[in-house]
């Protein structure tokens, strides 16, 4: 039987894949953006909607980097108001555990699940650098092994919370006039050296027990805490061999914590270009990448690289001669991308070979080299490509991040996602009332996720 894919729909923001120049973008801040995308999703049969994080405005060259959308509203705020336009959509929410307190977090996650009835999930995040830090009183930051081990103490405090309330807990019994069924109820105490709370939890039991729980992070510490403790992995590995390594990676460690394979889910990100034929799409993907990549847009890559203010090139011209800046990084702060370049003068030698022998401009260059376009074509090659790397064992589906928002999300949701359904690998209505059900996975105390953490 054909593997069930799994749809998502990330907001798209504060990346250079999405388009607010075009004129059919909307608003990243207007609430009616938010419910349109949902809403969408949810005409889709999505399984959910996803929010990134991002705490600290990015910067280069020491100012504001005003080049992709900038600023973004609060992650609970949103899910709440989208909970009540929304039936069946889950809400994920990217929240750090490294700047935030178990006890608020479990509270919003726990109020979330009840205010949306069980649609609830917590992508677990240690956030990327000291810079975002710097906003929190905590100040500074850990260094990664320490983030790590805060994030699993982090998450198994919350699971204690939540589990600190039975669903038999609430009485509410008019005729005894008792509330609460059992004296201990939302007691709990965790202590260790990062957490040293106790009390009671004031937030009864969740429809969903617990929220559901996704992990992004990449390393192999990254990878043990998914294998652990998460139910869906958020990964940046949308190609098809790539996928399938990483698949197989991160399932092959699941065993270790008595955990099925299908107990963790693994949805990369990735982005469409739709057409009415191939060579339709292939030329608005062109015209999409032209306007994901400005002039400036590509000069402010090349620096990312390079660690050196570049601005006094032509983007249209050839790449700099000189070498990138192996110093500390300081061009840029607050960006994901600049930590992705392993070996950085190898990186710059082969993006000089690459202009001079294709005859391209930084700005060719950048399109070429920074191109994050998954799946390009008519509605059937799209549908016929999602469902033979699921099949495969790339991932188990994927997380779309349109270009245009709130509606680049509906041209999918009209096209492919009728041809999924006819080939029977995509449901054609909600199979369950929470997202842990839509989702089809145990609930985590089933699979031996005790206090948060599988052993
Ligand atoms: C695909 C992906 C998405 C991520 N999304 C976010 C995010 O939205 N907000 C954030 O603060 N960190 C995000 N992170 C950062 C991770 O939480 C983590 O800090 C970072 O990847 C370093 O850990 P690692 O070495 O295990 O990858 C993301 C990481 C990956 C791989």
């Known amino acids: 039987m ?22 059919q973008a909307g608003s990243h801040i207007e609430f009616d953006s938010f419910k349109r995308f ?59 555990s490294t700047f935030n307190e178990p006890y608020d977090v479990a509270r919003q996650f726990a109020s979330l699940d009840h205010l949306s009835g069980g649609r609830a999930a ?54 005894s006039g008792q509330f609460v069924a059992r004296a201990d109820a939302g007691a709990y105490g965790h202590h260790d050296d990062h957490f040293d709370i106790s009390g009671r939890f004031n937030v009864p039991s969740p429809p969903q027990g617990r929220p559901v729980i996704f992990q992004a992070g990449d390393s192999h510490d990254g990878r043990e805490f998914a294998a652990s403790s998460a139910d869906a992995i958020f990964s940046r590995h949308g190609t098809l061999e790539d996928g399938k390594a990483f698949y197989e990676d991160v399932k092959g460690r699941l065993a270790k914590y008595g955990r099925r394979r299908d107990d963790l889910l693994i949805l990369p990100a990735a982005t469409f270009v739709l057409g009415d034929t191939d060579a339709d799409a292939q030329e608005k993907a062109h015209e999409v990448r032209r306007q994901q990549v400005s002039g400036q847009t590509a000069l402010r890559f090349l620096e990312q690289l390079w660690n050196r203010d570049l601005s006094h090139y032509d983007p249209d011209g050839p790449l700099p001669q000189e ?35 294709e005859n391209l401009s930084i700005r060719e260059l950048i399109i070429e080299v920074t191109a994050r376009q998954n799946f390009i074509g008519s ?77």
Do not use: M
């Not at 054909?2 to 004129?23: E, M, R, Y």
């Not at 997380?399 to 999300?409: N, R």
């Open 38 to 96: 949902a809403q969408i999703a949810e005409r889709g049969k999505f399984d959910f909607l996803f929010l990134a994080e991002g705490l600290r405005l990015r910067e280069q060259n020491g100012r504001i980097y005003e080049l992709d959308v900038v600023g973004r509203p609060d992650t609970f705020t949103i899910l709440a108001a989208l909970a009540a336009v929304t039936e069946h959509l889950g809400l994920t929410g990217t929240i750090n």
């Open 122 to 175: 917590w992508n677990v995040v240690t956030s990327w650098d000291a810079f975002t830090g710097e906003n929190f009183r905590r100040g500074g930051f850990l260094p990664q092994d320490q983030r790590y081990e805060r994030a699993r103490t982090f998450l198994q405090t919350a699971a204690e919370l939540w589990d600190s309330w039975a669903p038999s807990d609430l009485l509410a019994d008019p005729d």
């Open 323 to 357: 070498d990138p800046d192996l110093g500390e990084h300081t061009i840029a702060r607050g960006r994901a991308s600049v930590r992705r370049h392993d070996d950085i003068l190898e990186t710059a030698r082969s993006w000089r070979a690459k202009a001079e022998a």
């Open 2 to 23: 054909s593997k069930q894919i799994h749809l998502a729909a990330h907001f798209p923001g504060v990346n250079n894949t999405t388009v607010w120049s075009d004129p």
């Open 379 to 455: 509605p059937q090659t799209i549908a016929d490509t999602i469902n033979d790397y699921v099949q495969q064992d790339a991932s188990d589906g994927f997380i779309l991040v349109p270009h245009i928002t709130p509606e680049g999300l509906a041209p999918f949701v009209d096209q492919v996602v009728p041809l999924l359904q006819e080939r029977g690998v995509f449901r054609t209505d909600y199979e369950g009332g929470t997202l842990r059900e839509n989702l089809g996975l145990r609930p985590q105390t089933e699979q031996g996720i005790v206090r948060g953490v599988a052993s």
